[in-house]
């Protein structure tokens, strides 16, 4: 997420949130081939870090997260707040790269040729900031859905109230300065360098554990 990041994704967008007071249960999944163990630092984010495992895989890189902290296992998402917890990765998104569960289709109303030609073009197309700057996405977008599922709606300012799948990821940035740092709108995110391995290693199903050496507010 960027800076207001993570849910003003406009419009072209707003067709892929449906509004609803529980979320679904998501289909049965195999075990994962692919883990992903990200610890934050409360105290110098800088140092906070995560590792991919699986399939011969030891990757370690740094990560940013929410610019107001993070929230326990469990919380609703919230603008610039990163959740703690475990979470199953339910779309892979990149200029090149389209995995989205089938549910997640059917919920956008939206064929899947459709999704895969515009979603994620659409939102490197978005200015968080409004300074002019786009691809806060960095190239990709692993979209996280919290195990066990999380009472809906998220809370998120002008889109409290409503659902959106894609309101938490693991994403690239347009500004690797960021990364490592408090400055996200909840999301964590990751150099282009390291989200590029992510994306090649990470599928539907894949479990990402976020855990912190702090305290988190509920």
């Not at 030891?58 to 998402?77: E, L, Q, T």
């Amino acid at each position: 997420m960027g800076a207001s990041r993570t849910i003003a994704l406009t419009a072209a967008l707003l067709s892929l949130a449906g509004c609803q007071s529980e979320p679904s249960s998501p289909p049965e999944q195999a075990d994962p081939i692919s883990r992903v163990r990200i610890e934050l630092d409360v105290n110098a984010p800088a140092k906070s870090t995560g590792i991919l495992s699986g399939a011969g895989l030891n990757h370690a890189f740094h990560v940013g997260y929410g610019k107001y902290g993070i929230a326990c296992k469990g919380s609703r998402f919230e603008e610039g707040v990163t959740p703690l917890g475990t979470f199953r990765v339910n779309a892979v998104l990149s200029d090149d790269i389209f995995e989205m569960e089938p549910e997640l289709i059917e919920q956008s109303g939206r064929t899947r040729d459709n999704l895969k030609s515009t979603l994620f073009r659409n939102m490197s197309a978005i200015d968080f900031k409004g300074d002019g700057e786009t691809g806060e996405y960095g190239n990709g977008y692993i979209s996280l859905a919290p195990v066990p599922a999380t009472p809906q709606p998220f809370e998120f300012n002008e889109y409290a109230g409503q659902f959106r799948w894609y309101s938490f990821a693991i994403h690239g940035t347009n500004d690797e300065r960021r990364v490592g740092t408090k400055d996200t709108g909840g999301c964590l995110n990751v150099s282009d360098k390291d989200l590029k391995v992510l994306l090649e290693n990470l599928s539907i199903g894949d479990e990402v554990e976020i855990t912190a050496n702090g305290p988190c507010s509920s």
